[in-house]
T-cell receptor, first 111, second 115 residues
Framework: KAGVTQTPRYLIKTRGQQVTLSCSPI?????VSWYQQTPGQGLQFLFE???????NKGNFPGRFSGRQFSNSRSEMNVSTLELGDSALYLC??????????FGSGTRLTVV | GESVGLHLPTLSVQEGDNSIINCAYS??????FIWYKQESGKGPQFIID?????DKRQGQRVTVLLNKTVKHLSLQIAATQPGDSAVYFC??????????????FGKGTKLSVIP
């Protein structure tokens, strides 16, 4: 079956702009989680969506938001970009507690 | 505070040798742990997992050991190959309530295999 697809793979944005990242989970998976990966902070949990509802949220400012559609595809949005938002953003698709599959991520660079 | 951390940031091993990567966790209530491998430019890839009711679990060339007494995990890779070169993360799958779980990752160990 197809894996987790994240688009785009790379993005360059300017400070103050906003950005939207997309994640298509594995077919049949209803849970989508987002993680931020930076060299300094490592992998940090952003939020989880399940059946179009945000079920859990990590410790990130309100500039980070997301949503999930009825087909389980998810988007995350970052508004008013800061240099520190430069990171690899990873999406994980799950079908329960014991199964997570990660996408290859979107590399966001803020200049 | 609650955290999942790694003892060593880098590890170099000769091809064919065994590798051992360690991880400490602090949440004694944790009951499910996962090891991931991340290659450059890719997302984390599942290697093996273990539940807290087990002490050891084996996969193909990999073994995970769990010592709940000292809250320690290790990943053993047998006959390490150049393709094993990557960053390895341990992760704790924590219950966040309302049926939600989140992964808390350690900072990773970079494994370099010397041919």
């Amino acid at each position: 079956k197809a894996g987790v697809t994240q688009t785009p793979r790379y993005l360059i944005k300017t400070r103050g702009q906003q950005v939207t990242l997309s994640c298509s989970p594995i077919s049949g998976h209803r849970s989508v989680s987002w993680y931020q990966q930076t060299p300094g902070q490592g992998l940090q949990f952003l939020f989880e969506y399940f059946s179009e509802t945000q079920r859990n949220k990590g410790n990130f400012p309100g500039r980070f938001s997301g949503r999930q559609f009825s087909n389980s595809r998810s988007e995350m949005n970052v508004s008013t970009l800061e240099l520190g938002d430069s990171a690899l953003y990873l999406c994980a698709s799950g079908e329960g507690r014991y199964g997570y599959t990660f996408g290859s991520g979107t590399r966001l660079t803020v200049v | 505070g609650e955290s999942v951390g790694l003892h060593l940031p880098t590890l170099s091993v000769q091809e064919g040798d065994n590798s051992i990567i360690n991880c400490a966790y602090s949440n004694s209530a944790s009951d499910y742990f996962i090891w991931y491998k991340q290659e450059s430019g890719k997302g984390p890839q599942f290697i093996i997992d273990i539940r807290s009711n087990m002490d050891k679990r084996q996969g193909q060339r990999v073994t995970v050991l769990l010592n709940k007494t000292v809250k320690h995990l290790s990943l053993q890779i047998a006959a390490t190959q150049p393709g094993d070169s990557a960053v390895y993360f341990c992760a704790e799958n924590r219950d966040s309530g309302a049926g939600s779980y989140q992964l808390t990752f350690g900072k990773g160990t970079k494994l370099s295999v010397i041919p």
